[in-house]
């Protein structure tokens, strides 16, 4: 079945930085790669997705890029902001129908004022 | 604005005893899903359902039955409850084409 690993599990930025999160995923046939941020005490809320026909996308500060030959995808974060400051998980759809996501371990992003 | 319900934020179970966590969804959708959260673990899938009275394995179904007699209602069963699943559930439906919805969790621990 699918495995979907994610680095790093933790990551600090200054306010105003980047953050970069990278997660690779196994099965060949996965073709859908949505992002979800959980703030605490919250429920993961869908943030950012990507599609195996598309090698990126943008959504204001946020973007994603797939690399399918690599099997890998990263979400992009720029000027960050403490607001950020969540736990990031990206997540894979395997080949199996249903519309089944795989989660990678989860991202804690601190973004520091 | 579509909605996942979990009956319950925190639970407090005694070990052995059997536990059912509901979840409902607003919509007419078939796929349904629990999911359980450790830290350091993200979310692993416990089982999923694609209609009414199907059901599918996950990842970790051990310990774990699930009911899907309506479509709006899926529950997770916990036959005979053990420490070691003492955690966070997050039940979840589809909501294409934007992924997953996720109910807002039910935190259980088990003493």
């Known amino acids: 079945g699918e495995n979907v690993e994610q680095h790093p599990s933790t990551l600090s930025v200054q306010e105003g930085d980047s953050a970069v999160i990278k997660c690779t995923y196994s099965?060949?046939?996965?073709?859908?790669f949505p992002w979800y941020k959980q703030e605490l005490g919250k429920r993961p809320q869908l943030i950012i997705d990507?599609?195996?026909?598309?090698g990126e996308k943008k959504d204001q500060r946020i973007a994603v890029t797939l690399n399918k030959t690599a099997k890998h995808f990263s979400l992009h974060i720029t000027e960050t902001q403490p607001e950020d400051s969540a736990v990031y998980f990206c997540?894979?759809?395997?080949?199996?129908?249903?519309?089944?996501?795989?989660f990678g371990t989860g991202t804690r992003l601190l973004v520091s004022p | 604005d579509v909605k996942v319900t979990q009956s319950s934020r925190y639970l407090v179970k005694r070990t052995g005893e059997k536990v059912f966590l509901e979840c409902v969804q607003d919509?007419?959708?078939?796929?349904m899903f629990w999911y359980r959260q450790d830290p350091g673990l993200g979310l692993r899938l416990i089982y999923f359902?694609?209609?009414?009275?199907?059901?599918e394995k996950g990842d970790i179904p051990e310990g774990y039955s699930v009911s899907r007699e309506k479509k709006e209602r899926f529950s997770l069963i916990l036959e005979s409850a053990s420490t070691n699943q003492t955690s966070m559930y997050l039940c979840?439906?589809?909501?294409?084409?934007?992924?997953?919805?996720f109910g807002s969790g039910t935190r259980l621990t088990v003493v």
């Open positions: 997540a894979a759809s395997g080949s199996t129908g249903f519309q089944k996501l795989v």
């Open positions: 099965d060949s046939a996965s073709n859908y």
């Open positions: 919509m007419d959708h078939e796929n």
């Open positions: 359902s694609y209609d009414v009275k199907m059901k």
């Open positions: 979840a439906r589809t909501d294409p084409p934007y992924g997953y919805t």
């Open positions: 990507i599609r195996s026909n598309v």
